[in-house]
């Protein structure tokens, strides 16, 4: 019950997070900066506010009603009680598979700050990519049952949920053409950013497919509990999220610190953290068709092969972790100047790190001037 009680209290701070962002947005921006000249970071940042106050009331009724159900006796899922379990489900996956949109937009955010900046160009499609983030939020809400294709449902509406799941591939392979596009005649700058940043392209891209096999209803039900939707699942929050965070981090580190960092150590955390990445991963694709079930610690000889292969994949990607570690955490980089990347955001025009209130003076956006002015 404490630990019910507790994810009520955390659906709070999501929500109020949310609406912070919301507002600011709206009632805060510099002066000439339009919403058509955010950059496309806070844009994703929007998105996902919406999300983060529309869908979070939706797990905190849930858990009202758990409590509702074990304290009261009222019989809303506890079939002894009358109450129905698939109907638990169906709360669950409202919010938690927007709840996904919740971890991704953001780091396609960063990433499409990313690329332009490494690519030294303006950034392609600028609006088709702010309004796909607000076309990934809105159809989010309307896919959840994909994830219970086999809990029993009638077939109409797993056909209509398989359809609109497919709906979401598409502003997410909007946001992919433009990045390649933008990075296309670039004059490209091959630094641990960047590294981390198409690394991610690649990672994301192949999640976002294995999705689609995922989200057609006659794959799903032949995969569903195997680990080939655990490889899925990897792909697009380690290797999407996660990957997009690691190039956050290498991309603001010398903003927020004032220093920068050793880039053939951060280099090189890439490489382990990429191929351990997919050593550990992609077999479980194989093994999870060849019928290797989730979450099971035991399985049969046919798999022990794909096994030990995600077994040094993990030990890779260990190894990656660490070195990532080490050269965040040393202290001896040179001192990073105000603008080392040549970024073109509000944020490169304060020093490295920037002041306690980060802008003396109130940062303004002339008439012609947009966030991605490269060339
Ligand atoms: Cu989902």
Redesign the pocket.
């Known amino acids: 019950m404490a630990a019910v009680f507790g994810a009520f209290v955390l659906g709070f701070s999501s929500i109020l997070t949310g609406l912070n962002f919301i507002v600011t947005m709206h009632r805060m921006r510099a002066p000439g900066m339009t919403f058509f000249k955010m950059p496309l970071f806070p844009w994703a940042l929007y998105a996902t506010a919406w999300i983060q106050v529309l869908a979070t009331p939706i797990v905190g009724i849930t858990l009202l009603m758990i409590i509702a159900e074990r304290w009261l006796r009222i019989g809303f899922f506890d079939p002894s009680l009358g109450g129905d379990p698939i109907l638990y489900q169906h709360l669950f996956?409202i919010y938690s598979?927007p709840a996904?949109y919740i971890m991704i937009l953001p780091a396609m955010g960063v990433i499409t700050e990313i690329i332009p900046t490494f690519s030294q160009r303006r950034i392609f499609g600028y609006k088709a990519i702010a309004i796909s983030s607000l076309a990934i939020a809105l159809v989010g809400y309307f896919?959840?049952a994909?994830?219970m294709y086999t809990s029993g449902m009638s077939t109409t509406a797993r056909w209509i949920f398989s359809l609109l799941t497919f709906l979401v591939a598409v502003p997410s392979a909007i946001k992919v053409f433009n990045w390649v596009s933008t990075m296309y005649k670039g004059s490209i700058q091959m630094a641990p950013p960047f590294l981390f940043a198409v690394g991610f392209i690649f990672l994301f891209m192949i999640g976002g497919m294995t999705g689609l096999s995922l989200g057609a209803l006659a794959t799903n039900i032949h995969v569903h509990d195997t680990a080939y939707v655990v490889a899925h699942f990897h792909y697009i929050v380690f290797g999407g999220v996660g990957f997009a965070f690691f190039a956050a981090v290498y991309y603001w580190y010398p903003k927020m610190f004032g220093r920068m960092y050793n880039f053939k150590m951060a280099n090189w955390s890439f490489v382990f953290l990429f191929a351990g990445f997919n050593l550990l991963y992609f077999p479980q694709f194989v093994i999870g068709i060849m019928g290797m079930p989730r979450r099971y610690f035991d399985y049969l000889p046919q798999f022990t092969f794909g096994h030990q292969l995600s077994f040094f994949g993990a030990l890779l990607l260990v190894i990656g972790i660490v070195i990532m570690l080490i050269t965040l955490a040393s202290k001896k980089g040179a001192k990073a100047p105000d603008n080392p990347w040549g970024g073109r955001t509000f944020e490169w025009q304060i020093p490295s790190p920037p002041p306690v209130e980060n802008f003396e003076v109130m940062p303004e956006l002339k008439e012609n001037e947009g966030p991605y002015d490269y060339k």
Do not use: F, T
Request: no cysteine; proline share 0%; aromatic share 28%.
């Open positions: 996956w598979h996904v896919v959840w994909h994830h």
